[in-house]
């Protein structure tokens, strides 16, 4: 699994911009991603999800990519504004109720 | 739809005490996680229920342990408390029928161990 340090990796963005953030996952078998948004002070709350047998998925102002060749995982959020400010986990589905998640990247939303 | 609910949202116990925590689930779910989340360590998976059957467990000592009742609601239990214990303890339901798929979190109870 993938530990988290003390400093989470920090996106700033301009509010209005678009937001690219991106997750490496460990298991080439994983059939299942997701991603999360926590605020502070609350739990995780779900924003997309993506099964292995897509590449690209889109929801609301985001939009999940997933490359398997790599591993890698991208959540692209539209027009990023304040209430976006927040930190995001990528998961990875490996087993009956059990999520891997990913160490989480601190978007910072400026004006 | 009321959504995950824990209780209580916040907890100070003391060094080998024992602590329990409850989470009641979506309506209709039956699948129930937990993860302990610290600043060190992310967010790691302790273990899941399903129809009062765990299901799935994580790599944690046997100090924690859990539950689930016939209504689907759980708790988890930590006895002997660390200071290492220190964390937001989630819960995350969901239907249970395929994998790990779509789990919904609650609020979190924050454990302090003094």
């Known amino acids: 699994g993938e530990s988290v340090g003390l400093h989470l990796p920090t996106l700033s963005v301009q509010e209005g911009d678009n937001s690219i953030i991106n997750c490496a996952y460990s298991n080439s078998a994983s059939d299942y991603f997701i991603w999360y948004k926590q605020e502070s002070g609350k739990g995780p709350q779900f924003i997309i999800d993506?099964?292995?047998?897509?590449d690209k998925r889109q929801g609301q102002r985001v939009t999940v990519l997933l490359n398997k060749t790599v591993k890698h995982l991208s959540l692209q959020i539209a027009a990023t504004q304040p209430g976006d400010s927040a930190v995001y986990f990528c998961a990875e589905g490996q087993s009956w109720g059990k999520l891997q998640f990913g160490a989480g990247t601190q978007v910072v939303v400026t004006p | 739809k009321a959504g995950v609910t824990q209780t209580p949202r916040y907890l100070i116990k003391t060094r080998g005490q024992q602590v329990t925590l409850s989470c009641s689930p979506i309506s209709g779910h039956r699948s129930v996680s937990w993860y302990q989340q610290t600043p060190g360590q992310g967010l790691q998976f302790l273990f899941e229920y399903f129809s009062e059957t765990q299901r799935n467990k994580g790599n944690f000592p046997g100090r924690f342990s859990g539950r689930q009742f016939s209504n689907s609601r759980s708790e988890m239990n930590v006895s002997t408390l660390e200071l290492g214990d220190s964390a937001l303890y989630l819960c995350?339901?969901?239907?249970?029928?395929?994998?790990?798929?779509?789990?919904?979190f609650g609020p979190g109870t924050r454990l302090t161990v003094t």
């Open positions: 995350a339901s969901s239907s249970g029928l395929a994998g790990p798929y779509e789990q919904y």
């Open positions: 993506i099964r292995s047998n897509m």
